[in-house]
Nanobody, 124 residues
Framework: VQLQACGGGLVQAGGSLRLACAAS????????VAWFRQAPGKEREFVAA????????YYVDSVKGRFTISRDNAKSTVYLQMNSLKPEDTAVYYC??????????????????WGQGTEVTVSS
């Protein structure tokens, strides 16, 4: 499956952004999808994941209560709603997908398909 991430931008601390990951090429409804991010000078880290069925979802502790991952299989799109953004959320955000249900989780090596990334900058 091919993935295209969009929705990044520049926002002030406390603001919101909604990222979208649009898929094409395969039956997207059977894909588990995750968001990862990579800040300058840091390793890529897991942010959130959603099972192909829409449940469960899984978040890194630092975004719990602020970010929400959701999906619209009819549109082959997964969203990451990001509220109460902080400067430390600044990073390039990547979506990733895999069609093996048991790969749901935070391990980036389990995801076969990756989007190109969208940049999020949060100013203080």
């Amino acid at each position: 499956v091919q993935l295209q991430a969009c929705g990044g931008g520049l926002v002030q601390a406390g603001g919101s952004l909604r990222l979208a990951c649009a898929a094409s090429g395969r039956t997207f409804s059977r894909y588990t999808v995750a968001w990862f991010r990579q800040a300058p000078g840091k390793e890529r880290e897991f942010v959130a994941a959603i099972h192909w069925s829409g449940y469960p979802t899984y978040y890194v502790d630092s975004v719990k209560g602020r970010f929400t991952i959701s999906r619209d299989n009819a549109k082959s799109t997964v969203y990451l709603q990001m509220n109460s953004l902080k400067p430390e959320d600044t990073a390039v955000y990547y979506c990733a997908a895999d069609d093996v249900s048991s790969h749901f989780g935070r391990d980036s090596k389990k995801y076969d398909s990756w989007g190109q990334g969208t940049e999020v900058t949060v100013s203080s």
